[in-house]
């Protein structure tokens, strides 16, 4: 007796009333046209139509007027910290290279190996204070200058890290100042451009 004849579905559909409805019955080829975009196969057997299962929202939900992105508030603690555990990082491993280079012509001994962490924990210390100060100027610039204008994009990038290099070099002077001016400038404004790559190949002009 063919399982899929009209009567056979009838009479499953009958007994299945009786306990509070019957789930759709489909049949093998009605089941192998649906369409699974983006999806394995599914077994052709199971009364679940695949277009259910897709989930094109987002998993997540946002106060009202909440942005999708993190704001520069709430990177300026990550950048932050990670500017200092880089510049300790660093730090000890040029601190270790001075340390060894130095006493070099000592043997192993105590005091050497005093000296070479001494000169490990200065060093650290001096270059996570450094990127940390450039990160916190940074950050604060970055942010007044989001409030000011009201919008967040590379203009703010960039105006953060010039105002960044001058203050941080004012302490030199005009001529220090300028420098350091134009060494933000030229870190951010690559930073800025490495960020739009993708975006700036992607809409470049065609030749004809």
């Known amino acids: 007796m063919d399982n899929n004849s009209p009567g056979s579905g009838g009479s499953r559909g009958g007994f299945g009333s009786l306990f509070g409805g019957a789930a759709p019955e489909y049949s093998n080829t009605e089941l192998a046209g649906v369409p699974l975009t983006g999806m394995s196969p599914l077994s052709p057997y199971l009364n679940v139509d695949p277009r259910y299962l897709t989930q094109d929202n987002d998993e997540f939900i946002l106060p009202t007027g909440a942005n999708k992105t993190r704001g520069r508030f709430e990177l300026a603690f990550f950048t932050i910290g990670g500017c200092c555990i880089t510049g300790a990082t660093f730090g000890a491993l040029n601190g270790l290279r001075m340390g060894l280079a130095e006493t070099r012509d000592m043997a192993w001994s105590k005091p050497r190996n005093v000296q070479i962490l001494n000169l490990v924990t200065r060093q650290g210390a001096t270059w996570a204070n450094t990127l940390g ?20 994009d590379d203009i703010n990038t960039v105006a953060a890290g010039t105002l960044t290099g001058m203050l941080y070099k004012s302490p030199g002077g005009l001529r220090g100042a300028a420098r350091g001016g134009l060494a933000g400038l030229a870190v951010s404004g690559l930073y800025a451009l490495y960020n739009n790559w993708d975006h700036l190949k992607g809409s470049s002009p065609s030749r004809f």
């Open 133 to 152: 100060s450039v990160a916190l100027l940074y950050s604060v610039f970055g942010v007044v200058i989001e409030k000011a204008r009201g919008a967040e």
